[in-house]
């Protein structure tokens, strides 16, 4: 009990009262308010400080610990300001160079005077040197450290010294006793808690570097279950406390719903009726559905989303679609529009574009229950939008919204919604069971039938011109074409062509064509007229920047160029490339590189020039770029894995699920302890 107390404690700031003193505010920095987070302040790497090399044998290019005696110093001014110290043992010579230094270190190098520095020696002027090292005056005979010295991650005016120091106290402090026990450690051959955080600060001499570098040691394995533990721990209470809210009930009658189906051209997907049947059962309970549908590009999702809101409205409840970009919530609008007003469904559009009068009407109709479905961007979760009886909140694209963007729409209808989020972004397995597991997920595994697969060429720029005879043999044939660019104007800095300049050059390329341009800085009237000409066939040519990533469906649009395509991420390589494909004709995606090309865009050319499964690119871009970059917004305000990696670490991803479902089962205090140890206050992020 004393152990946990003092544990308890250590998570209290170290003073209370007053303003902090510096040196707290730069540990604040790093995260650290404790104690026990200074224990968790783990090392990036390890200097070996624990054996002596002679002068003879240091070698170039690798650090070393040498200890020898000051035979001269002198402060020199060629061709600057420069201490030099010169160092003898046993007849070899070494000498030490500081370009900054103090009047106090001059003194220190008095003739005579043993010095101990770590550094690497390379050939210098006078013969071997050392460049600023690391170094103390010692005794004789005085006694080497017993474990190789860590090096922390750190802050500007925070020295590697103080941080161990600190550190140091905090680990001879701490009772560090485990949350779990011996039984089920032994079952997932897990090591102790405190002897597993011991060794990654203080390591012997002989332990396998290799594996502490890349994490694979047994200590590092324990502190990465614990981590992903807690994050287990943490989503599922989330997901209970979310079960025991109270929602309205919303069953299916079928009348809606099965007229939207019967009017439609085209039999929906297998994927598509399994993910309605799953919503549909969610929507009918009395607590609130809090779904993720995923699917890749094309997939269907925008008609499951319409059948939820039809359950939801056929109940007399209403419903409100918000999506991050005009163009796509006004494709939203389009679609629906043309599905569900023939139904009787009375529809609102709102995002900040509206005219004034217009937008006065829209959230008028809203706010008397008039509206039934209400499609916008965020200006739907604005102060003064009010929804009487908001049943069900649809968000796409949500990893694009942060948590309290989300959370601002749901509590629009003064009760506690149903929650139905979507992604065109698959999400790997890993990534849904660690940072979606407060969620329930559905994914749409299948395109609609007579869907042809895009083909995917990479084409360097030099052959420019091969690809602008395709646009045109195309074009004639009567296809339509996209040129997409990543840039509005010229940038300085990157230098990549604009889609305004690449528009006026497509212009004079292709005088016989019909050419549009469209981009984010158009006023949305503009936009929504350059797309419906497209959509019209009355362009024949689109050059566009990213803004058409998502929500543009054109079936006539058979062949895109995405200039700069080593520029961009896979994610929005496979988001763009799904804008074409989208009928029954053979389709292609030429994406344009400029040389010299990085490793990473190497690498994501060729995932994207060998894959069409969203799930597969969307793990190696897990894989290239990690957790947080892949989620975006969605972590706002959320402390993100530290240490384990969720490509490498899967199997103790499992093992901590299935313990955290065990924990809580038997309603083990252990879990409690462990979530302390870990999150502390820092739970509340998991509240959307």
């Known amino acids: 009990m004393k152990a ?48 002596l090399t002679p002068l003879a044998e240091a070698r170039p290019g690798a650090p070393v610990l040498v200890e020898a005696e000051v035979v001269d110093r002198e402060v020199k001014y060629r061709p600057r300001r420069t201490l030099v110290v010169k160092l003898s043992q046993d007849g070899h010579d070494l000498w ?28 210098g002027f006078f013969g071997d040197e050392m460049v600023h090292p690391r170094y103390r005056i010692v005794a004789k005979d005085a006694p080497l450290p017993k474990s190789l010295t860590p090096v922390y991650p750190t ?39 405190r002897e597993s955080v011991l060794l990654l600060h203080r390591p012997p001499p002989d332990v396998d570097a290799r594996s502490l570098e890349e994490r694979t040691h047994p200590a590092w394995r324990r502190l990465k279950f614990d981590e992903l533990l807690a994050q287990q721990l943490a989503m599922r209470i989330a997901y209970r406390e979310r079960r025991a809210k109270s929602a309205p009930r919303l069953p299916d009658a079928h009348t809606l719903t099965n007229a939207l189906v019967k009017s439609l051209p085209f039999a929906l997907t297998r994927a598509q009726r399994q993910a309605h049947a799953v919503i549909a059962k969610d929507l009918a309970q009395p607590h609130p559905m809090r779904r993720l ?92 939008v009010a929804f009487p009886k908001l049943g069900l909140a649809i968000v796409d694209e949500q990893h ?119 981009h984010g800085r158009m006023k949305p009237a503009e936009k929504a007229q350059v797309m419906a000409d497209f959509k019209a ?25 995405i200039e700069h395509a080593e520029r961009m991420g896979l994610a929005q390589l496979h988001q763009l490339r799904g804008r074409v494909g989208r009928g029954a004709q053979q389709s292609l995606a030429i994406l344009l590189y ?35 970059e892949f989620l975006g917004a969605r972590q706002s305000g959320a402390p993100l894995l530290r240490f384990a990696d969720l490509e490498r670490d899967a199997d103790l991803l499992e093992a901590a699920r299935r313990m955290a479902d065990e924990l809580l089962a038997a309603g083990s205090a252990a879990a409690s302890r462990h979530l302390d140890r870990w999150l502390g206050t820092r739970r509340f992020y998991l509240k959307a």
């Open 4 to 51: 946990a107390a003092l544990e308890a404690r250590s998570r209290r700031p170290a003073a209370q009262a007053g303003s902090k003193s510096a040196v707290e505010a730069r540990l604040e920095k790093l995260g650290i308010r404790s104690k026990l987070d200074l224990a968790l302040h783990l090392p990036l790497r390890y200097e070996d400080e624990t054996r």
């Open 96 to 123: 030490v160079r500081f370009l900054n230094f103090y009047p106090s270190q001059v003194k220190q190098f008095a003739e005579g005077k043993r010095v101990r520095l770590f550094g690497e020696v390379r050939p």
């Open 155 to 193: 802050t500007a005016g925070l020295s590697q010294a103080l941080l161990r120091q600190k550190i140091g106290d905090a680990l001879d402090a701490l009772a560090l006793e485990d949350t779990l026990d011996a039984e089920r450690l032994a079952a997932l051959d897990l090591q102790p808690f």
């Open 293 to 384: 549908l995923q699917g890749d590009v094309g997939s269907g999702k925008t008609l499951v989303a319409a059948l939820a809101a039809l359950q939801a409205i056929g109940n007399g409840w209403q419903a409100a679609l918000m999506a991050p970009t005009e163009i796509l919530a006004e494709q939203h609008f389009l679609k629906l529009s043309h599905w569900l007003e023939p139904l009787g469904v009375r529809i609102a559009w709102v995002s900040g574009s509206l005219k004034a009068r217009a937008k006065k009407a829209a959230l008028a109709a809203i706010a008397s229950g008039e509206t039934q479905l209400a499609i916008g961007t965020h200006a739907l979760f604005q102060e003064d």
């Open 400 to 518: 694009r919204f942060g948590v309290e963007q989300r959370l601002a729409l749901a509590s629009k209808g003064g009760g506690e919604p149903h929650q139905l989020m979507m992604s065109a972004t698959p999400i790997p397995r890993t990534l849904a069971m660690s940072f979606f597991a407060d969620l329930d997920v559905t994914v749409i595994d299948e395109l609609p039938p007579g869907r042809t697969p895009v083909v995917t060429k990479l084409v360097a720029e030099e052959r420019r011109d091969e690809v602008i005879a395709r646009i045109r043999e195309s074009c004639r044939e009567g296809a339509q074409a996209y040129w997409v660019c990543p840039l509005i104007e010229e940038s300085e800095q990157l230098q990549l062509k604009t889609a305004i300049e690449t528009f006026e050059t497509i212009q004079e390329t292709f005088p016989d064509l019909a050419v549009g341009l469209v």
């Open 537 to 561: 066939r009355k362009l024949q040519l689109l050059v566009a920047t990213t803004v058409i990533e998502v929500g543009v469906d054109v079936p006539n649009a058979t062949l895109m160029v």
């Open 594 to 628: 400029y040389q010299p090309l990085s490793e990473l865009a190497r690498q994501r050319l060729k995932i994207i020039y060998e894959s069409h499964d969203g799930f597969e690119i969307a793990r190696q871009d897990l894989r290239l770029r990690g957790p947080g």
